[in-house]
């Protein structure tokens, strides 16, 4: 949360998207909460499936995407998967695709 933060705090378009159910962690609750307090725009999910999406795209030149949950386990402890894509095609579909979950007010609102 600290870096998502310093990176806004730098002028960096900064956006989340989590999943309803992990709103029940407390964790999650005071990580989103951190963000928002931040300036940083947070969105759940509204439909009953996952969001489970797990991707950064940077400066649409850098992508990544993989299994791996942004927490200290999955970056210590877990196998976990984490893919780095440095083709400005590929960070450009993701990109949209993010754009286009963002955009979709019937599947995606406002936390808080």
Known sequence: M??????????VDVRVISDRERLKDPKQQVALETLRLAGIPVKVNRHENLMHLKQTVMDDEINTSGSMNQTGSGNRYNDERLDVFTDPVT????RDKFLAMW??????QDWK
């Open 91 to 94: 960070s450009a579909k993701a």
């Open 2 to 11: 600290k870096a998502l933060v310093a990176a806004h705090k730098r002028g």
């Open 103 to 108: 955009k979709d007010t019937e599947r995606y």
